[in-house]
Structures are given as C-alpha cells and as structure tokens.
C-alpha cells in the first residue's frame, strides 16, 4: 500500500483523529480515543466490514482477568508472556510481547466495564503447539493463559454491522 503525502491537498472536512479499518484494532481504538475526547472519524472500505474480525471466532487470549480468578484460575502476564514467546520460538519482540500480555486483560475489563461487552471464561480450550497442550498434568494455573478465552460475539456484530 502506499501512502500519499498530504502536502498542497485540501479536505472538506477536518477531525482530530481518523482511524482506518472498522475491524476490532479499529472500533477499539476508536472508543479509547473517544474517551480520551477526541472526536473520532471511522473509515471503513466495505460496505459492512468484513475483515478478519467478522470471521474470526471471537475468543481472545488474556491472563490474570477477573472471570480467571473468579474460577480461581491463577494466571498473570508474565506467565502469557512466556507461553507467546515460547510459541513464536523467541523470535518475537518481548517488549512487545510483554505490553501486549500487560494490557490484555485490563482492555478486556475496560471494555466490559465501559462499554457493555461481555465476556465469558471458555475453560479447556487449548491453542495447538502452546505449552498448556503438552502439560494438562500441571496445575491448572500453568494452562491458564492459553486455555483461558473470552468471547467477543458483540465485537465481532459490531463488526459486521
Ligand atoms: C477465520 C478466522 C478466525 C479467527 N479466530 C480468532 C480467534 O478466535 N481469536 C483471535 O484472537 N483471533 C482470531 N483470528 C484473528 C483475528 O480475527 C484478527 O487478528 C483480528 O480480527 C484483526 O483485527 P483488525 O481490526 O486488525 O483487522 P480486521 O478485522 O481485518 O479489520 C480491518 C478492517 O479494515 C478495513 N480496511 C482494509 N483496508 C482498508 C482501507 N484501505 N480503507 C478503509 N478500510 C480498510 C477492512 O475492510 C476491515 O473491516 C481469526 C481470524 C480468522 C480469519
């Protein structure tokens, strides 16, 4: 894709913030910028968004979250950290990794508390290749960030519509 300069183009219209793509990266952006005050401007390509989101299924992997301990499951960032670097075999950015395990599940409880999503704990699901397949004998803990998901069907019906 390329991007053209701005530069001598003039627009009808002018808004703080402009946000590409109305998939789950986007309307979540779009919603912590509104909240910060920013007037937001979507734009979205198709005529109902169909990237990704609207296909995926809507389960999302996050450690140390609320409905976790709520089925006292013990988990944290560090250990969702691990179990990601583990799995891309370490070629991943860690500081990358480790913001994205950080802030996981407080942005899942962001958007339940703020903005009405609702989650719910999918227990004994397990991605292929990550840790919790190869040792369901340790505790529950250690599975717990690749089997702990929440649903998004919400996100996923924004999306779409
Ligand atoms: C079948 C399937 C199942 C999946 N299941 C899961 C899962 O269970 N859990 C999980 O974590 N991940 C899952 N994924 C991956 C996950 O869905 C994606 O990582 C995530 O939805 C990406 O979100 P996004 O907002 O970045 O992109 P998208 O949802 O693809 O949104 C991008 C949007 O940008 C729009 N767009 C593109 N170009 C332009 C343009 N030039 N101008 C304007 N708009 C544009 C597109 O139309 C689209 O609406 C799955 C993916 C697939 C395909």
């Not at 946000?19 to 986007?26: D, E, R, S």
């Not at 979205?44 to 140390?64: H, K, M, N, V, Y």
């Not at 190869?134 to 803990?141: H, I, L, N």
């Amino acid at each position: 894709m390329s991007v053209r300069p701005a530069a001598g183009v003039s627009f009808p219209a002018t808004v703080p913030v402009v946000i590409v793509g109305a998939g789950a990266a986007g309307l979540t952006a779009a919603l912590a910028a509104r909240e910060a005050g920013a007037d937001v401007l979507i734009v979205e390509r198709d005529a109902l968004p169909a990237g990704s989101t609207a296909l995926s299924s809507g389960l999302i992997p996050a450690a140390g979250t609320r409905w976790q301990a709520a089925k006292g499951v013990a988990d944290s960032p560090a250990q969702f950290a691990a179990d990601i670097m583990r799995k891309n075999r370490h070629r991943a950015d860690p500081a990358v990794v480790a913001a994205v395990a950080a802030n996981a599940a407080p942005t899942l409880e962001w958007l339940a508390d703020r903005h009405g999503v609702p989650f719910d704990l999918v227990e004994g699901f397990l991605y292929s290749g990550t840790r919790a397949c190869a040792c369901t004998a340790r505790r529950a803990a250690a599975a717990a960030s690749c089997s702990i998901i929440c649903s998004t069907q919400p996100l996923r019906a924004a999306s779409r519509s």
